[in-house]
């Protein structure tokens, strides 16, 4: 154990270091010349790529909130006219529902007169009946107290004024 620890701490330089070490600098040479910079220059553009992906995207996210608050605002401005529109629903109904209530309110005024109106006229008709029944009346009772046919002058004078009494609720002359 002895003989191993004195070797290795000293350093032999015979050809085999010397041709490993050419080999090593040639190496280096040939990645410092091709490869490498071919390395960088790929790391290079995919830096640019992602970079420029990176650029697009925030122009991506940038336009998506521009169109999210115009979309709010749309939504916005439809809800106003929406809000609006059944306002107006809303006042269009309630004027209709006034304009049929006062049609309405007409109509039955307009059938409540003419009812009123028929009412009368049937009334003046059922009167003028009862008159010309009393006058028959009278002049019948008139033909068997007096034995007579009246003239036609007298027959009038009579009828109205049995017409008058009867209409004034006095029975007395």
Known sequence: MLFLAGVAGVIDIN???IVELIT??????VLARWVYPEIV?????RQRLIAEQLAEAEK?????????KEAE??????RKTAQSVIEAATKSGEQLRQELKQKAEEEAKRLA????????AERERAIQSVR???ASLVVAATEKVIGETLDEGKHKLLIERAIAEVASGDGSR
């Open 15 to 17: 050809g085999t270091v």
């Open 24 to 29: 090593f600098l040639v190496m280096m040479a």
């Open 41 to 45: 220059r790929l790391a290079e553009g």
């Open 60 to 68: 991506s996210r940038a336009a998506a909130a521009a169109e999210l």
């Open 73 to 78: 605002a749309k939504l916005a401005e439809a």
């Open 113 to 120: 007169e003419t009812a009123r109106k028929e009412i009368e």
């Open 132 to 134: 010309n029944e009393v």
